[in-house]
């Protein structure tokens, strides 16, 4: 069973960066293609940016494009999101996401593992 917790979220200014970690306490992520997801308040749960287990394919949302940038770590079982040119809009809770299957990493349904999410808040 995979256990993913992340870390790194927070309070920041319009147009600051913040960088969310996840990790697996279980050591097993790099078993998994990985991504991120945010769900803002009264919002749906949306995909933000995926990473296949090799590092060779990502995704990314079209509103985070040239912002945000996914990369893993197999050696230490980690995936980061580094966040520039944060927005008011940015500001959610972000869910760290293991998944089976690359070409449905972008879908809800297609997560098979999720964490419980850290708060990023962008402030105007």
């Known amino acids: 069973q995979v256990q993913l917790v992340e870390s790194g979220g927070g309070l920041v200014q319009a147009g600051g960066s913040l960088r969310l970690s996840c990790a697996d306490s279980?050591?097993?992520?790099?078993?998994?293609?990985m991504g991120w997801f945010r769900q803002a308040p009264g919002k749906e749960r949306e995909f933000v940016a995926a990473i296949r287990r090799s590092a060779d394919i990502k995704y990314y949302a079209d509103s985070v494009k040239g912002r945000f940038t996914i990369s893993r770590d197999n050696t230490k079982d980690t995936v980061s999101l580094q966040m520039n040119s944060l927005k008011p809009e940015d500001t959610a809770v972000y869910y760290c996401?293991?998944?089976?299957?690359?070409?449905?990493?972008?879908?809800?349904?297609?997560?098979?593992?999720w964490g419980k999410g850290t708060l990023v808040t962008v402030s105007s």
């Open positions: 996401a293991a998944g089976l299957t690359m070409s449905t990493m972008t879908r809800f349904n297609g997560i098979d593992y």
């Open positions: 279980r050591h097993t992520l790099s078993s998994y293609h």
